[in-house]
């Protein structure tokens, strides 16, 4: 029990993850308040398609404090996540090493989605407009390539305005590094799952997170960055396995 209440719950969180936690709040709230300012905040702050109008470099960073005002249990996932997690990771490594991880995570997440939209987007584009013209994929493609060499200025205004479409916001793939990171430090931890009575070893839940998002990345038709996630995870997993050769996982001396 926290002898001051609230105040003192609040107080016991180290500060990384506190100010973290506020700031992903204070974002949120501003979303919710003032709609229409918020759709602002997820077009300049929100992780857009390399190339894009809309792109800018520092998004990489900013997207992990942007969520989608309509969907709170985005943001209260991510932050019980990051209270239950990261402080205990916080108090282990330290303030500034804990932020460097979180950060590392969050901008590997949003590499990796990067990637992936730049391998899929021009896929998704001519089956998209296939399916509205009643053409087969394969006959699109031509028209589309053909119209892309000629430069023809319509098919340039439409691919630039669909480029803008690709939007990734939220802290999640910084998130499941802390999972992974927790994992690391913790392995035989017995976490619960919801709905489930029986402990799971914590390096065994996040084995099967990972193999679900692979899944998921695959296979799941809606909006979630999946391979961001797996992004997090396995820019963390470099740093967590070299603090591993070091003997640093636990703490000690960062170097």
């Known amino acids: 029990m926290y002898r001051n209440g609230f105040r003192g719950f609040i107080s016991a969180i180290p500060p990384v993850t506190k100010n973290l936690i506020l700031i992903n709040i204070i974002v949120w709230a501003v979303e919710a308040i003032f709609p229409r300012f918020g759709q ?35 943001l209260l996932f991510n932050m019980f996540s990051l209270w239950m997690f990261g402080s205990i990771l916080e108090r282990v490594w330290g303030s500034k090493r804990y932020m460097m991880f979180y950060f590392v995570c969050g901008i590997g997440a949003a590499i990796v989605q990067e990637i992936v939209w730049l391998s899929t987007w021009m896929h998704e584009y001519v089956s998209g407009i296939a399916r509205l013209n009643g053409l087969s994929y394969a006959h699109m ?32 793939g910084a998130v499941y590094g802390l999972l992974l990171g927790y994992a690391f430090v913790f392995p035989n931890q017995p976490l619960y799952l919801f709905f489930i009575p029986y402990p799971i070893k914590a390096k065994y839940m ?24 797996l992004g997090g995870m396995l820019f963390g997993i470099f740093i967590l396995l070299y603090w591993r050769k070091k003997g640093t996982l636990r703490g000690n001396s960062f170097y």
Request: charged residues 10%.
């Open 40 to 74: 602002s905040i997820i077009r300049v702050l929100g992780l857009h398609l390399l190339g894009a109008n809309q792109f800018n470099p520092v998004q990489i960073i900013t997207y992990l404090f942007v969520h989608d005002s309509h969907n709170p249990w985005h």
């Open 141 to 172: 493609k031509e028209i589309v390539d053909a119209a892309l060499q000629s430069h023809d200025s319509s098919f340039m205004s439409a691919i630039a305005s669909f480029k803008n479409n690709f939007v990734t916001i939220g802290a999640s």
């Open 206 to 229: 996040m084995i099967g997170y990972g193999l679900i998002e692979f899944f998921l990345g695959f296979n799941a038709n809606d909006s979630v960055a999946h391979f961001a996630h």
